[in-house]
C-alpha cells in the first residue's frame, strides 16, 4: 500500500473533476472511496483503507450503543465509491463540495493512509495554524528531560 503524503495545488474544472496527481493514481486504480472529512475536507481512500478505518472506529462500541450507529452513518451515508476516469480525474459530489466549502482552487494532501482535498484558502489558514509543539505537548508527559547534546 501506498503511503500518501505531500501537498500539491490544483484547480477544479467546470464539472468539479479534480486531476488525482500521476504518482498516486496506480494506487487508486482498484476504486476510490470519497468520504466527507472529519476536518473541513474531503478524503479520498482505497476501499480497503476506508473499510479499515471505520470498522476501528466502530469496533470499540457495542453492538447496542447508539454512537455505533452515528459512526456507522457518519461514514457510510457520506461517502461515494468513485473510479478516476481516462484522464485520472475524479468528480467531486455536490454534498462533498459543500461540506469543503471547495472552490476552483484546491490542495490535495497526503495524510499518509488518505489523500484529502481541501479549499486552498482554508487549507492556508489550517496548516498555518498547526503548532508542533502543541501537537506533541501530550506525548512528553513523565518523558526525562534530554541531557546529552553537544557539549558547550
Same mark, same amino acid.
Given at each position: 500500500?501506498?503511503?500518501?503524503?505531500?501537498?500539491?495545488?490544483?484547480?477544479?474544472?467546470?464539472?468539479?473533476?479534480?486531476?488525482?496527481?500521476?504518482?498516486?493514481?496506480?494506487?487508486?486504480?482498484?476504486?476510490? $472511496?470519497?468520504?466527507? =472529512?472529519?476536518?473541513?475536507?474531503?478524503?479520498? *481512500?482505497?476501499?480497503?483503507?476506508?473499510? !479499515? #478505518?471505520? %470498522?476501528?472506529?466502530?469496533?470499540?462500541?457495542?453492538?447496542?450503543?447508539?454512537?455505533?450507529?452515528?459512526?456507522?452513518?457518519?461514514?457510510?451515508?457520506?461517502?461515494?465509491?468513485?473510479?478516476?476516469?481516462?484522464?485520472?480525474?475524479?468528480?467531486?459530489?455536490?454534498?462533498?463540495?459543500?461540506?469543503?466549502?471547495?472552490?476552483?482552487? $484546491?490542495?490535495?494532501? =497526503?495524510?499518509?493512509?488518505?489523500?484529502?482535498? *481541501?479549499?486552498?484558502?482554508?487549507?492556508? !489558514? #489550517?496548516? %498555518?495554524?498547526?503548532?508542533?509543539?502543541?501537537?506533541?505537548?501530550?506525548?512528553?508527559?513523565?518523558?526525562?528531560?534530554?541531557?546529552?547534546?553537544?557539549?558547550?
Amino acid at each position: 500500500m501506498a503511503t500518501f503524503r505531500g501537498t500539491f495545488d490544483y484547480t477544479l474544472d467546470a464539472k468539479n473533476r479534480l486531476t488525482v496527481p500521476a504518482k498516486w493514481r496506480p494506487s487508486l486504480s482498484d476504486g476510490i $472511496v470519497l468520504s466527507k =472529512g472529519t476536518e473541513k475536507c474531503v478524503a479520498v *481512500w482505497t476501499p480497503e483503507r476506508f473499510d !479499515a #478505518y471505520t %470498522e476501528t472506529a466502530v469496533s470499540q462500541l457495542h453492538e447496542l450503543d447508539p454512537r455505533r450507529d452515528q459512526f456507522e452513518r457518519y461514514f457510510q451515508a457520506n461517502s461515494h465509491d468513485v473510479d478516476l476516469d481516462s484522464a485520472g480525474r475524479i468528480m467531486i459530489p455536490p454534498r462533498m463540495l459543500e461540506h469543503a466549502g471547495l472552490t476552483k482552487d $484546491v490542495v490535495i494532501t =497526503g495524510v499518509r493512509t488518505r489523500l484529502e482535498i *481541501w479549499d486552498r484558502a482554508t487549507w492556508n !489558514a #489550517y496548516n %498555518e495554524s498547526l503548532d508542533i509543539v502543541e501537537l506533541t505537548a501530550p506525548f512528553a508527559v513523565n518523558v526525562p528531560p534530554f541531557t546529552g547534546g553537544p557539549a558547550a
